[in-house]
């Protein structure tokens, strides 16, 4: 089955240490996200990438780092820089770009920093 | 930056009932207008989405309500079920047009709860 594969699911760390959150898609879809998840603030754009060695910053990219070195993969870097990194992350992607090119997202990786 | 106000934060509506989640937009050049599904533990995943040449589009028992005049948009589901029961999000572009490439911007988000 195609789709996006973001893992783990449960990850944990303790501050000050930079974790890289995994996201595979199989869908051949040339656009990826990353969005960042949290109560009652719906989700925000942390990075997206439309090609591969192209990305671009998003709404909340302070403390964040990405590589897009294959299409399939857009990992993230949480680094110790990101003042509150707990959150539920959820990668993305889409085919390209318009109106027939909505979102799929991965079932998410969520991260608690303590 | 733009932004897209949801309401209501969360929602309990009786089996058989209506469901109404409304959002507020800025930008009156926005061409897309999304409603995203999520189930616990799961990613969002597209439910309706509209664009604003039309009023309204239906597909099941969900439908898009769009005022253009007062830039709202809205969801309705007919007779709810628990099955539904999931929080739901309204999007639009982040900036530009979804058409040519803009991103999109979500609503905070409602919790609806379907009791049986």
């Known amino acids: 089955d195609g789709g996006i594969t973001q893992s783990p699911k449960y990850l944990f760390r303790k501050e000050g240490q930079n974790v890289t959150l995994s996201c595979e898609q199989n869908?051949?879809?040339?656009?990826m996200y990353w969005y960042r998840q949290d109560p009652g603030q719906g989700l925000r754009l942390i990075y997206y990438?439309?090609?591969?060695?192209?990305?671009q910053k998003g709404d909340i990219a302070e403390g964040y780092s990405v590589s897009r070195e294959k299409k399939e993969s857009f990992p993230l870097t949480v680094t110790s820089a990101q003042k509150n990194p707990t959150a539920f992350y959820l990668c993305?992607?889409?085919?390209?770009?318009?109106?027939?090119?909505?979102?799929?997202f991965g079932n998410g990786t969520r991260l608690t920093v303590t | 930056q733009q932004q897209v106000k949801q309401s209501p934060q969360s929602l309990i509506v009786q089996k058989g009932g209506i469901s109404i989640i409304n959002c507020a937009y800025e930008?009156?050049?926005?061409?897309?207008f999304p409603w995203y599904q999520q189930f616990p533990g799961k990613g969002p995943a597209l439910l309706i989405a509209?664009?604003?040449?039309?009023s309204e589009k239906k597909e099941g028992r969900f439908t898009i309500s769009f005022n253009k005049s007062a830039k709202q948009f809205s969801l309705h589901i007919m007779d709810s079920q628990p099955g539904d029961s999931a929080t739901y999000f309204c999007?639009?572009?982040?900036?530009?047009?979804?058409?040519?490439?803009?991103?999109?911007?979500f609503g905070q988000g409602t919790e609806l709860s379907v009791k049986p």
């Open positions: 990438s439309q090609i591969v060695n192209d990305f």
């Open positions: 999007a639009a572009p982040r900036n530009g047009l979804y058409n040519q490439g803009g991103k999109l911007i």
């Open positions: 930008n009156t050049a926005f061409d897309y």
């Open positions: 993305a992607s889409s085919p390209g770009q318009g109106y027939n090119s909505p979102l799929h």
């Open positions: 509209i664009r604003p040449d039309v």
């Open positions: 869908l051949n879809h040339d656009a």
